[in-house]
């Protein structure tokens, strides 16, 4: 099993409405090292408050080893050709490292905090989005023969020497989707190399619900599920001893309250049940009331989203529920805890391990 990580993942606070503590180039470049020599396999970076691809630079300079991707940048609100000259420098940069990992966001958020229009159902634009990337990349690695695109949402069909970046020696990009529904699930199968389940999708319904239409998506491009790097982003609450366990639980109520007030991803809170929390949960962050939302998350539905652990439980905790499900696993706890770095080494091995053998 993969293990990967996040730089510039939100804290809690974030999650709570009280922003963050901004971000320096050191920082990020510190980060970077220590990530890479604790053992970790990728650094991603999300899009939640910041940039997700320009840290990458930073990273890439600081890094020799590891993989590095965004986690996910989110696709509409830039044109393709913005997104496919970004990855190409980045791929260059990194040398050959990184992974382009994509993301819609829901309709108010793309109109009303991207002030990005709307323009169709995510599932087939973002279709056409991953078909013109790939014929830009093209594009950009045989300038003399360039490969061009006219689909429903999206159009290529001009690429002047000019403007071409030209090739470059690692010209194949990964490229990850981002997956709660049944179609996004069957897309990323079909013209992915990966899926970045989101945190929101239980084990049950990563099982269940979207591993059968990765695979199903998978076959139409002749395929197996085998072929796909699943990603799994499980919520951890994990503290070094009892004491802590308790603000482990409360942060992670606060994200999972967070996640589950956005309609789009209510369906996984349908397959258990949940549906009357899921409204409530949105029409209290309507009204900003953040910080009263976690109180709605009982223990037994903490424990269908979440790893909840102490200290080296961690690690077979993670085994047991994850196996069979993902490839990859987003280790991203408390800073608090992370910052045990004897603690952080011997879980990434322990998880690496099950790869191995």
Known sequence: MRVETTILSP????????????????????????????????????????DPYLPLAIVAEHTRRIL??????????????????????????????????????VKGHNERRYGAPWTAPPGPRMRDYILCLK???ESFQSPAKPVYFSGEHYRFTL?????????????????Y?????????????????????????TFRHAREVLLPNIEE???????????????????????????????????????????????????????HGWSDLGNELHRLSLEGRWREMPALIGDEMLEEFAIVAIGDELAPKLRERCEG?????????????????????????ALQRTRDS
């Open 11 to 50: 804290e809690t606070e974030q999650y709570a409405g009280k922003g963050d503590g901004g971000v320096s180039i050191g920082g990020i470049a510190a980060v970077a090292r220590k990530v890479e020599e604790l053992g970790f396999d990728r650094a991603t970076v999300p899009e939640a408050g910041h």
């Open 68 to 105: 590095l991707g965004t986690n996910v940048a989110i696709s509409f609100p830039r044109s393709p050709m913005v997104t496919a000259q970004l990855a190409w420098d980045l791929q260059q940069l990194s040398g050959g490292r990184f992974q382009l990992g994509l993301g819609t966001q």
């Open 217 to 271: 998506g998978a076959r139409r491009a002749g395929r197996t599920l085998a072929e796909i790097d699943v990603v799994g982003s499980p919520l951890l609450a994990v503290s070094r001893d009892e004491e802590g366990l308790a603000a482990a639980r409360a942060a992670v109520k606060q994200r999972l309250s967070f996640y589950a007030s956005t309609r789009t991803y209510h369906s996984v809170l349908e397959l």
């Open 159 to 175: 690429m002047p020497p000019f403007f071409n970046p030209g090739p470059i020696e690692h010209p194949r990009i990964p490229i």
């Open 135 to 137: 014929a830009m990349f």
């Open 177 to 201: 989707l981002a997956a709660v529904n049944t179609y996004m699930a069957r897309l990323g199968g079909e013209l992915c190399d990966g899926l970045r389940i989101h945190p929101i999708s």
């Open 325 to 349: 499900i993902f490839t990859t696993i987003l280790l991203d706890g408390s800073s608090a805890l992370q910052r045990d770095e004897d603690w952080l080494r011997a879980t990434i091995a």
